[in-house]
């Protein structure tokens, strides 16, 4: 997977393809301010975030941030093609940010281009 050296992207495919655990957490940064709505920044992220779990299709994600901004951030993936089963929500404290716990479910390899 070709993704930008130090992105979120890159942090988490590395920590799928090293087998370290079965659930990691990141921050997910791109809402606009305090309100439901990504920047178009973090439309991208999203978009990014969306395939790296379509190319590891046993990984499940735990969402958690500010309900109305990561309710948006669960259905742009779903939209993307992340079954919302493979997604759980989880409202907490804290505007702006969203904390994603992925979890491996299996030792399988990321899908590639060449899979």
Do not use: C, N, Y
């Amino acid at each position: 997977m070709a993704a930008a050296s130090g992105s979120l992207t890159r942090e988490m495919a590395d920590w799928l393809a090293s087998r370290d655990g079965q659930s990691e957490t990141f921050t997910f940064h791109g809402f606009d301010e305090d309100r439901p709505k990504l920047t178009s920044i973090g439309l991208g992220r999203a978009a990014d975030l969306a395939t790296v779990l379509r190319a590891a299709p046993a990984a499940t994600i735990e969402i958690a941030g500010d309900e109305a901004q990561i309710s948006l951030l669960a259905h742009l993936l779903e939209d993307r093609g992340v079954a919302s089963e493979r997604m759980k929500v989880v409202p907490a404290a804290g505007i702006g940010t969203a904390m994603l716990t992925l979890h491996r479910g299996s030792m399988s390899p990321l899908m590639t281009a060449k899979s």
